[in-house]
T-cell receptor, first 112, second 111 residues
Framework: QKEVEQNSGPLSVPEGAIASLNCTYS??????FFWYRQYSGKSPELIMF??SNGDKEDGRFTAQLNKASQYVSLLIRDSQPSDSATYLC???WGTGFQKLVFGTGTRLLVSP | DGGITQSPKYLFRKEGQNVTLSCEQN?????MYWYRQDPGQGLRLIYY???????QKGDIAEGYSVSREKKESFPLTVTSAQKNPTAFYLC??????????FGDGTRLSIL
């Protein structure tokens, strides 16, 4: 059973701080990793994806992947109240057709 | 304006009724997916399709059916066999090895 684990939160951070969201996965065969942001009542939107070990930066967002330890994280710098949402981690196993397994999400609250 | 369109936004099902959720994309994507999301839970895969006239069951396909007669369309039918259909249904599509992107979703409730 392939599993993706996230702390449900809420993770509360003050405006301007760094928010750190973590995700662990059960199978070393996983190949690609995705972070989606979901506002309440809305559909998920892609924030970042990462395939290789290390860091990948895009604006205020940094995805970090450590395949040996089987975790992927998302850092949000200079957090804004508009970042308050649920962040879903998704993992694709194997190199064939993309089928994602999603975690249950971490709720982030950024207070002004 | 390219995108994934799901309709209706809200849908109500009566006991014993089949209902069909529409998903249309004009992105020329080959792969399409249907997910279900329950409150406080992640997305679970119902069905997916890699090409026209071909589709496979996901993790929770029981009580659902799909068709893929056209590249741009992937409708999902929630049958009366699905005893707990109340959920947020999300359609996604993907081009090549790119990430999946989602439509706005359909909320299905029981009358």
């Amino acid at each position: 059973q392939k599993e993706v684990e996230q702390n449900s939160g809420p993770l509360s951070v003050p405006e301007g701080a760094i928010a750190s969201l973590n995700c662990t996965y059960s199978d070393r065969g996983s190949q690609s990793f995705f972070w989606y942001r979901q506002y309440s009542g809305k559909s998920p939107e892609l924030i970042m994806f990462i395939y290789s070990n290390g860091d990948k930066e895009d604006g205020r967002f940094t995805a970090q992947l450590n395949k040996a330890s089987q975790y992927v994280s998302l850092l949000i710098r200079d957090s804004q109240p508009s970042d308050s949402a649920t962040y879903l981690c998704a993992v694709n196993w194997g190199t064939g057709f993309q089928k994602l397994v999603f975690g249950t999400g971490t709720r982030l609250l950024v207070s002004p | 304006d390219g995108g994934i369109t799901q309709s209706p936004k809200y849908l109500f099902r009566k006991e014993g009724q089949n209902v069909t959720l529409s998903c249309e994309q004009n992105l020329n994507h080959d792969a399409m997916y249907w997910y279900r999301q329950d409150p406080g839970q992640g997305l679970r895969l119902i069905y997916y399709s890699q090409i026209v006239n071909d589709f496979q069951k996901g993790d929770i396909a029981e009580g659902y059916s799909v068709s893929r007669e056209k590249k741009e369309s992937f409708p999902l039918t929630v049958t009366s066999a699905q005893k707990n259909p109340t959920a947020f249904y999300l359609c996604a599509s993907r081009d090549g090895m790119q990430p999946q992107h989602f439509g706005d979703g359909t909320r299905l409730s029981i009358l």
